[in-house]
């Protein structure tokens, strides 16, 4: 790796503190914008302006890269040539500018309160090992039960095995937030701990793999995975649904946007409202489900 593609890189991952996934799109964005365009050092990435960004993303769409991924590449590189400019002594507000592909807004698709339940629950009883299926369940109980993103979960350690009614936790971009912890997920990660045979130590991770090292989220993933097939939920039941469906449910039962901001760490409200439309969307369902006149209307044929 570079020189540049090195410090683009712990700037990324300890300065900004974006998570292991991210680092690695932005650091590979930006590997490829420098084998394309030869640039060697920060003045001349610097010096790039918007054509480079649109000979990189036509090569991308080129190879079949959707929409939605184009506009991450551009977000990635637009991210490297400010980062590039600061490095250099100049005006970050003079990075080249260009207009992302549209994307087709989607919802986020939750899952029920029971579905949630049970989907931690089965996939604790598929471990072989009774630690393990406890340690499935606490990470799965955080993310619908505290909000919290995978990382977030797996990124916890030794220090929360006593954990109390609150946790704070560091999100996207070294956001921090506090969290309550409910009873349910206090007693979960108590009884993991408990039967967990590896040292948990304070500043060691908390979940712990079946050797003692750090706990993989493809694990995770790939448990839920297994499980939704077995009950029956569609293949956008993952381990971030349950985030999704713990702030659509807290919305249902009240919630305000701002707290619900907080909780989720978003960094502005409106990543936060685009669960009052899921709200709107569930109701809207109901109403047609329920409701005497849609049903006679169904049952007509109209």
């Not at 992302?100 to 931690?120: C, E, H, N, S, Y």
Request: some cysteine; charged content about 25%; hydrophobic content about 40%.
């Amino acid at each position: 790796m570079s020189g540049l593609l090195a410090r683009w890189e712990s700037h990324l991952a300890s300065e900004r503190r974006l998570s292991p996934h991210t680092v690695r799109a932005y650091v590979r964005a930006a590997e490829r914008l420098l084998e394309e365009t030869d640039a060697t050092d920060w003045q001349a990435v610097a010096r790039l302006e918007a054509p480079a960004l649109r000979a990189q993303l036509a090569r991308r769409r080129a190879d079949g890269l959707s929409n939605r991924s184009a506009a991450r590449e551009l977000s990635a590189l637009r991210a490297f040539l400010a980062f590039a400019r600061s490095e250099a002594g100049f005006d970050e507000a003079q990075a080249p500018r260009l207009r992302g592909p549209r994307i087709k807004r989607t919802l986020p698709r939750p899952v029920t309160p029971d579905d949630a339940v049970q989907i931690a629950e089965k996939v604790g009883e598929k471990r072989r090992e009774e630690w393990t299926g406890l340690r499935d369940r606490a990470v799965l109980l955080l993310l619908y039960g505290a909000g919290m993103r995978l990382g977030e979960a797996l990124s916890l350690t030794g220090e929360h095995a006593q954990i109390g009614e609150t946790i704070r936790v560091t999100g996207k971009g070294g956001k921090t937030r506090v969290v309550p912890i409910l009873p349910a997920i206090r007693t979960a990660i108590a009884a993991y701990v408990a039967a967990c045979p590896h040292d948990l130590a304070t500043d060691k991770p908390l979940f712990r793999g079946a050797r003692g090292g750090p706990l993989s989220p493809g694990l995770v993933q790939k448990a839920m995975a297994e499980v939704r097939a077995e009950i029956g939920l569609p293949t956008n039941a993952t381990p971030h649904a349950l985030r999704h469906s713990f702030a659509t449910h807290l919305l249902g039962a009240g919630a305000d946007l701002r707290s619900l901001q907080e909780l989720l760490g978003h960094a502005s409200l409106g990543s936060t409202q685009i669960y009052t439309e899921v709200d709107a969307a569930r109701l809207l369902d109901t109403y047609r489900n329920a409701h005497p006149r849609e049903a006679e209307g169904r049952g007509r044929g109209d």
